[in-house]
C-alpha cells in the first residue's frame, strides 16, 4: 500500500500509539480480522453514500461512512466515523473511529 491514504483508529490513546484498526490508500484497505491481515479491494459498484468508501474481497465487505472532516493542511485532513465490516449479511462489527488521511 502507498501513495494517499487513511489510517482509523478507535480512540486517541490508539492514535497515540499508532494502534491501526484500518488502513486505506484508497484503492484497497488494510484490516487484522481474527487473527489474520485482510486486503479488500475498492468496490464502486456498491451503492454507498458521498462521504462512503465500500471496499470487498467478495466475502466480506467493508464500508467507511465519514460523518465529520476538518483540513488540517494543504493535502491533511482529520475525521470521524463509523467503520462497518460485515461477512455476507451479517454485521460483524460497527465501529466509531477517528482518522486522518492524505498525501
Known amino acids: ?3 494517499c491514504g ?3 483508529y478507535l480512540n486517541k490513546g490508539d492514535r497515540k500509539r499508532d494502534r491501526l484498526i484500518c488502513y486505506t490508500d484508497y484503492g484497497e484497505a488494510l484490516v ?3 487473527n489474520k491481515s485482510l486486503c479488500l ?3 464502486e459498484n456498491i451503492r454507498h453514500g458521498k462521504n462512503e468508501e465500500v471496499f470487498t474481497t467478495g466475502q466480506y ?3 467507511l461512512k465519514k460523518t465529520y472532516n476538518k483540513q488540517t493542511g494543504d ?3 482529520q475525521f470521524k466515523g463509523v467503520l462497518t465490516m460485515k461477512l455476507g449479511q ?11 488521511g492524505g498525501c
Not at 451479517?90 to 482518522?99: A, E, T
Open 1 to 3: 500500500m502507498s501513495g
Open 6 to 8: 487513511e489510517d482509523c
Open 32 to 34: 487484522h480480522l481474527n
Open 41 to 43: 479491494r475498492v468496490n
Open 61 to 63: 465487505i467493508l464500508r
Open 75 to 77: 493535502e491533511d485532513y
Open 90 to 100: 451479517k454485521v460483524l462489527f460497527q465501529l466509531m473511529v477517528i482518522g486522518e
